[in-house]
């Protein structure tokens, strides 16, 4: 299994036969270096979008159309990407679907989710999580969250041993939340952080993080370095 960062929220996850580009957004992120979009994409299979957002899914439509791969989110966001003639694969909380070989199943989150990228604010139905099951591993992607008592029975039941948190603080848990939920609800041995660097107004160290989860391996990513598992 390869995990690799995009910058911001963005990861490409290789797993088992799928090539997942989870909230892949590219142009116009200030982490991701230009030019390198393809390297990004090589080989991709499916779009995954944890809510619609700009910094998460304007980019969507673009790589989707380009690489002539499904779109996989919430309900809501499909019918809003398949009424621009992209081919979708809509599914709700608590719903599971096969990609490649991967089971991915749609967990909630505690955020919001709209369409901000297109000159008016629409609604893009509700902000999600995934966890990502195949090659032995549990991948828990949270999107775009804080702390919410959904955690308990989702580290219970799935039991995931990788965690790719938001942490940046602002819109999302920060980096003291995020390690506080890490410890209580979850048992990770590796924790790969995101959402968090790209802008001043987020949080620019992980210093406090790696100091609240002692024992677990914390990944401060690299862009488009992969992370092989």
Same mark, same amino acid.
């Given at each position: 299994?390869? &995990?690799?960062?995009?910058?911001? #929220? ?9 090539? *997942? *580009?989870? +909230? ?5 992120? %200030?982490? !991701? ?24 899914? #304007? ?9 002539? &791969?499904?779109?996989?989110? &919430?309900?809501?966001? #499909? ?6 003639? *992209? ?29 901000? !990228?297109?000159? #008016? ?6 902000? =999600? ?19 919410? =008592?959904?955690? +308990? ?28 939920? =890490?410890?209580?609800?979850? +048992?990770?041995?590796? /924790? ?7 802008? %001043? ?12 989860? %002692?024992? /677990?391996?914390?990944?401060? %990513? ?8």
């Amino acid at each position: 299994m390869k &995990i690799t960062w995009l910058g911001h #929220s963005g990861f490409r996850i290789e797993i088992e036969k799928a090539v *997942l *580009l989870v +909230d892949p957004w590219l142009a116009g992120n %200030p982490v !991701f270096p230009e030019g390198r979009e393809a390297e990004a994409t090589e080989g991709a299979t499916h779009v995954l979008l944890t809510h619609g957002h700009g910094d998460h899914a #304007s980019n969507a439509a673009s790589i989707a159309r380009t690489a002539g &791969i499904p779109i996989v989110c &919430i309900h809501e966001l #499909s019918e809003i990407f398949g009424a621009e003639g *992209l081919e979708t694969l809509g599914f709700g909380k608590g719903g599971t679907v096969e990609l490649g070989g991967a089971r991915v199943t749609m967990v909630n989150a505690c955020h919001s989710s709209s369409i901000d !990228f297109k000159g #008016s604010l629409g609604q893009a139905g509700s902000e =999600a999580g995934f966890m990502i099951a195949g090659e032995g591993h549990t991948i828990y992607v949270t999107g775009d969250t804080t702390i919410m =008592a959904d955690m +308990d029975w989702m580290g219970e039941y799935f039991a995931p041993d990788i965690g790719i948190l938001c942490a940046g603080g602002h819109y999302t848990m920060d980096m003291k939340m995020a390690a506080w939920a =890490a410890r209580k609800y979850f +048992d990770f041995r590796t /924790v790969i952080l995101c959402h968090y660097k790209t802008f %001043p107004l987020l949080a620019q160290s992980a210093d406090e993080l790696k100091a609240g989860l %002692p024992g /677990v391996t914390v990944i401060e %990513p690299e862009v488009l370095s992969p992370i092989t598992i």
